[in-house]
């Protein structure tokens, strides 16, 4: 009986140490990566704007750093960017076509098949049809890639791929970009009363102490001085003007916009915004002073236009405020309009990193 034991011991003994040895080498045999590759990215827009021929897509590949410099401000670092190609997409016919207007595939492929993963942003922006070779500043349309997860690109004031293209609000949130106007003819003689109905501006009325006051309400991220980019003030009144008229260009929504070339000879507020008094351009003779009461079909709005704009007498279609009319009565006289927020509405598209 006690050989029996010294048997049965030994042999348990046995096991354990056969059990020990082999979970070590398993252990020990070392784990290999998945192999992370793909040379194809197929592209999914969802509400990319058709262009018209002086203006163009590209699709980007772009490796991004970021980090930080002695005063602690966020440093973006470029490390490497690649072109899959520039071509045109119809939003009515949903299909991409090249420059030349041949319809093409949805499938871009990389250079000399790179790796799509040596890069980890995917990027679309506005470029110029005349190519310079160099990616625009303006890749608002972009996503991150991370191997594994879907690829979803947003137009984004926000992320971490815009700082060089806008300065962020204090706290990024798109429901807190807000836009307001009134009629008002800040600029004719000193005497705003008269054609009151001839300006647009960029502000709102609020009640102060003595009676309405003007206020700022135009609250956009700011876009930055190499920004390819700008923002544009419109009104639209198809029965009565032969085309949509420009308010004005501004990229910081607090200052004066660039130009105001139709405003009377009196002083007028320092924000975006114009009277329609004078100098009416090419289509305009004999409607000046303008009347900007709607009939239910006349509209003022936002966009945001390439800089350089490659077709400034028309919107770019990109709107980032809209409203949706023009008051039909003069009951705007002391009435502030509140524009609808459309960041949401801008472009985003879906990828999937192919190997082909």
Not at 214 to 232: D, I, M
Request: proline share 8%; charged share 20%.
């Amino acid at each position: 009986m006690k050989n029996k034991k010294t048997i049965f011991v030994a042999l348990v003994i046995c096991t354990l140490c056969l059990t020990v040895i082999w979970s070590c080498g398993k252990d020990d045999i070392p784990v290999i990566p998945p192999h992370i590759f793909g040379d194809a990215i197929e592209l999914q827009p969802y509400d990319l704007p058709s262009l018209n021929a002086n203006i163009c897509y590209e699709l980007w590949l772009v490796d991004i750093d970021h980090t930080y410099d002695a005063d602690s401000n966020e440093v973006r670092i470029i490390n490497e960017e690649m072109s899959l190609g520039r071509f045109y997409w119809d939003n009515a016919r949903y299909e991409f076509s090249d420059l030349n207007g041949n319809v093409i595939s949805n499938i871009f492929h990389t250079v000399d098949a790179r790796n799509v993963y040596d890069f980890n942003t995917l990027m679309i922006t506005f470029e110029a049809v005349e190519d310079d070779g160099i990616r625009a500043n303006n890749g608002l349309i972009y996503a991150d890639i991370e191997f594994g997860q879907p690829v979803h690109g947003i137009f984004n004031f926000f992320g971490t791929a815009s700082p060089d293209v806008v300065m962020e609000l204090e706290d990024p949130d798109e429901n807190r970009m807000t836009a307001d106007y009134v009629l008002r003819t800040h600029s004719d003689d000193g005497n705003p009363d008269t054609d009151i109905a001839s300006g647009i501006w960029f502000h709102s009325f609020v009640q102060g102490q003595t009676g309405q006051v003007f206020a700022q309400t135009l609250l956009l991220p700011p876009f930055t001085e190499s920004a390819n980019f700008t923002y544009e003030g419109w009104v639209k009144m198809p029965g009565s003007l032969p085309r949509p008229i420009s308010t004005g260009k501004f990229k910081v929504p607090y200052f004066e916009d660039w130009s105001n070339p139709h405003t009377g000879s009196y002083a007028y507020l320092g924000i975006p915004g114009e009277d329609f008094l004078v100098n009416p351009p090419e289509g305009f003779e004999g409607l000046f002073p303008l009347v900007l009461i709607g009939d239910g079909t006349d509209t003022v709005f936002i966009t945001i236009e390439p800089y350089p704009d490659p077709d400034p007498l028309d919107p770019f279609p990109l709107r980032i405020f809209d409203e949706g009319e023009l008051p039909a009565d003069s009951s705007f006289l002391t009435r502030t309009f509140h524009m609808r927020n459309m960041y949401g509405l801008l472009p985003s598209f879906d990828a999937e990193v192919l190997e082909l």
